[in-house]
């Protein structure tokens, strides 16, 4: 999908975005990321296959502050739009379950950024939370920005820890206690790789610049505590009002 800048007579287009498509409906699905903020603006998009109605209970799950829920119904063969902005205001970072009372749909999410809209991302939500996330991409080098969103829609805290997979250097488990993050239940925890990285380099009493500005892969587990969802979100080239000028968003592949 692609569109042009908002207000702009250039026809041609300023970004674009593309995802795969779910393999099944699902009862449950469960994202990590959404940002409402001025200049950002996330949309969950909600489709009933079904030749029913149905309700379904929306929770969101702040980075700050209590969950909050709305119900929707969805007619029969028809999608709805959950606009975040519209409904919490500009409340920054938030993750999100949608609930069916009953039969199955399908849940994506739509965020755009910039002055004008120049930029976006989209993701099919993940039908459920895991213990064990996979990410093959990561960078913190050079115009890279790389944020991890970990979103746990349990009741209990969850205890998670990092391994990461740096390209040319190795493999380092994250198992010091100041680099074990904390989800909070009912919550969303934003993780900024590039300070991630600053840290782990102290941690292992490594020089600085040893480990950040590198290509990486890594993991998410789970110690103690319930089950998460994690995401990925990848900036590149500061553009100023514009935040940054190109992004991408992805799901870690659960175990």
């Known amino acids: 999908m692609y569109w042009r800048l908002i207000g702009s007579p250039d026809p041609s287009w300023v970004g674009g975005t593309a995802s795969v498509g779910a393999i099944a409906p699902s009862t449950t699905w469960v994202f990590a990321e959404g940002a409402a903020a001025p200049n950002f603006w996330s949309f969950y998009l909600l489709l009933n296959p079904n030749v029913t109605p149905i309700t379904v209970r929306a929770r969101f799950l702040p980075e700050s502050g209590m969950p909050r829920v709305k119900t929707i119904v969805i007619a029969p063969r028809s999608r709805a739009?959950?606009?975040?902005?519209?409904?919490?205001?500009?409340?920054?970072?938030?993750g999100a379950t949608f609930t069916s009372d009953s039969l199955p749909f399908l849940a994506e999410r739509s965020i755009y950024w910039g002055a004008g809209r120049v930029e976006g991302t989209n993701v099919i939500g993940a039908p459920t939370a895991a213990n064990e996330w996979h990410f093959p991409e990561g960078a913190s080098g050079g115009l890279?920005?790389?944020?991890?969103?970990?979103?746990?829609?349990?009741?209990?805290?969850?205890?998670?820890?990092?391994?990461?997979?740096?390209?040319?250097?190795?493999?380092?488990?994250?198992?010091?206690?100041?680099?074990?993050?904390?989800?909070?239940?009912?919550?969303?925890?934003?993780?900024?790789?590039?300070?991630?990285?600053?840290k782990l380099e102290k941690a292992e009493v490594r020089p600085a610049g040893s480990l950040r500005g590198k290509s990486f892969s890594f993991k998410v587990d789970v110690l103690s505590g319930d089950p998460i969802v994690a995401e990925e979100s990848l900036y590149w080239n500061w553009d100023g009002p514009n935040f940054w000028r190109g992004g991408s968003a992805a799901f870690g592949i659960p175990q």
Do not use: C, H
């Not at 519209?86 to 920054?92: A, K, M």
């Not at 380092?172 to 925890?189: D, H, K, N």
């Open 144 to 198: 890279f920005d790389t944020f991890l969103l970990l979103a746990n829609p349990g009741t209990k805290d969850a205890t998670v820890r990092l391994t990461l997979f740096i390209e040319g250097v190795g493999r380092f488990t994250a198992s010091q206690t100041e680099l074990l993050q904390t989800v909070p239940a009912g919550s969303r925890l934003t993780v900024y790789m590039n300070e991630f990285l600053t």
């Open 81 to 94: 739009t959950v606009y975040l902005n519209g409904e919490l205001g500009d409340i920054g970072g938030v």
